[in-house]
Each structure stands twice: as C-alpha cells, then as structure tokens.
C-alpha cells in the first residue's frame, strides 16, 4: 500500500477487510457447529458421552485456531473478572432456574455423579459457553482494534448478539430434538447468555453461567433437559 494513500482510504480498506474476516468466522463457525451434531448424533446417534468426544475435539479445536488466528490475548479472560464473576451469578440464577423449572430425571450417583458434572457439566458447558457465547463477540471486536466510542459498542454488541444467534441456531439445528419451533428456545437461551459478555465486557460472565446451567441440568437429570442434548 501506497505511503500516499490518503488515511481515511485506508482505514475503509482494514475496516472492509476486518468485517470479511469476521464474517468467514462467522459462518465457517456455523457450519461446523450444525456439521457436528448432524453427523455424530443426528446421523450416528451416538450416546450423549460418546458423543462428546468428537464434539469437544473438533469444536474445541476450533475454538483455539480462531484465538489464535485472531491474535487474541489470554489476558481477556481477565479482563474486568470482578463483573464477569457478578454477570456470572445474575445469568447463572436465570439460567439454572430455567433447567429446575423443567421435569427431573434420574441423576447418577457416587463416582458416577463426579464424572458426569466433570465431562457433562464441566467440559460440555465450558465448550458450549466458548463457542456459542464467547467466540461471537471476539469475532465480532476483531473488526475494530481502536477505542470505541459509546455508539460502536453498541453497535457491535448488537452485531455480536446476532452472530450468537446465527451460530446457536446453526448448532441446535443439527440436532433432530430441535427441529421447528423447539429452535427457538435455544437461540434465545445463548443470546442471553452472549449479552452477559456484551455488559460485562468480560468472557467469565456466560462461561460462568453456562457451567452453572449444565451442572444444574446434571443434578436434575440429564435426560428430561433440554440444555444437554443429545436425547433419543
């Protein structure tokens, strides 16, 4: 590029690039995040444990390669902890009040229960959480490096909550329990979620509230909840 081009040229040009680059993750996210369920549990039907070995692999997987792609700092999922840790607990009480408001189901016990809140609500809800709330809203900051004025924020806060939406209903879509009207519940479900970053300005609001909700649904019953599919 040019020493002369003239500067608002080129911040037209990084600013085009960037929204490009954003939008490829985008939709490269939901592409994976429907393939995933489609295949292994749509298509195979592989038992929920089973099941999330290729999930938190490959979705996992991706996850890192766009923080990495993005160049994004460790050091933001610190940033601002004190409101992420608060966020955490207001969505987090929504949330598992969601899953007690549905009908229970026989939870595992001893040894058994441990493992199930370590890979069903641990793992499953840390995955969850990075892909469908936290990634979205990186992806989105990705297109703007500089200060922000009051008005982008909200601006690409709002364009954060529709990526979350676009890349949860993708997901959801690949599983065959929400299929029609059942999607909506899910998309709304991680938008809220997604807006506790967008508030908070900080990722350990809906990883915080996602675990909480997946641990929730494993002491109520993982196979009368919706929030751990699959179900058959």
């Known amino acids: 590029m040019s020493q002369s ?3 608002p040229i080129r911040d037209s040009v990084q600013a085009t690039n960037g929204l490009l680059t954003s939008t490829a993750w985008i939709v490269a996210a939901a592409a994976i995040g429907f393939a995933v369920p489609q295949f ?3 298509w195979l039907k592989l038992e929920r444990a089973v ?12 996850v890192v390669v766009f923080l990495r792609a993005s160049g994004t700092q460790w050091s933001v999922f610190t940033h601002k902890w004190g409101l992420g840790l608060a966020g955490a607990a207001i969505f987090g009480y929504y949330v598992v009040l969601n899953i007690l408001g549905q009908p229970g189901s026989t939870s595992p016990l001893g040894l058994e229960l441990v493992w199930a809140l370590f890979w069903f609500g641990l793992v499953y809800g840390l ?3 990075l892909f469908l709330n936290v990634l979205p809203v990186l992806c989105v900051r990705a297109v703007h490096h500089s200060e922000a004025s009051w008005t982008e924020l909200m601006l690409r806060g709002a364009a954060a909550i529709a990526a979350s939406a676009v890349i949860a209903g993708a997901y959801h879509l690949g599983y065959a329990e929400f299929r029609g009207i059942g999607l909506l519940a899910p998309i709304f479900g991680n938008t809220l979620l997604t807006l506790s970053f967008v508030l908070t300005r900080s990722p ?3 990883i915080g509230a996602h675990i909480a909700m997946h641990l929730a649904g494993v002491l109520h019953g993982m196979e009368s909840v919706a929030q751990l599919p699959p179900h058959y």
């Open 40 to 42: 292994f549990s749509n």
């Open 204 to 206: 350990l609001a809906p």
């Open 127 to 129: 995955v969850d959480a």
């Open 5 to 7: 081009e003239p500067m």
């Open 51 to 62: 099941y999330l070995v290729p999930y938190v692999i490959i979705v996992g997987a991706f």
